[in-house]
Nanobody, 119 residues
Framework: QVQLVESGGGLVRAGGSLRLSCAAS????????MGWFRQAPGKEREFVAG????????SYASSAKGRFTISRDNAKNTVYLQMNSLKLEDTAVYYC????????????WGQGTQVTVSS
């Protein structure tokens, strides 16, 4: 069983920055594709960003492109989401998730960390 633990959420003013971290419990972390998702109140969970096992390939939702950066440190079993120029609409619970490197569904999810952007 893979455990994912997010941290780094909080309250920030619009235009500010936050860096989320997601620490994985397993030694095979480096073989997994990792993603960040978010869910705002009353809305469905949506994809934010993803990163390949090597870190060489990244993918972003249009809402995140140019403002958010996903990265990973396989030596630390950790994936990060740097969020800059935050907007009110970025307020959500952010989740990290893991799936097999070659594709398929996200099998493991963290408990989420709240990000609140204020005006």
């Amino acid at each position: 069983q893979v455990q994912l633990v997010e941290s780094g959420g909080g309250l920030v003013r619009a235009g500010g920055s936050l860096r989320l971290s997601c620490a994985a419990s397993e030694r095979t972390f480096s073989s997994r594709y990792m993603g960040w998702f978010r869910q705002a109140p009353g809305k469905e969970r949506e994809f934010v960003a993803g990163i390949s096992w090597s870190g060489g390939t990244t993918s972003y939702a249009s809402s995140a492109k140019g403002r958010f950066t996903i990265s990973r440190d396989n030596a630390k079993n950790t994936v990060y989401l740097q969020m800059n120029s935050l907007k009110l609409e970025d307020t959500a619970v952010y989740y990290c998730a893991a799936r097999p490197a070659l594709g398929g569904s996200y099998e493991y999810w963290g408990q989420g960390t709240q990000v609140t952007v204020s005006s």
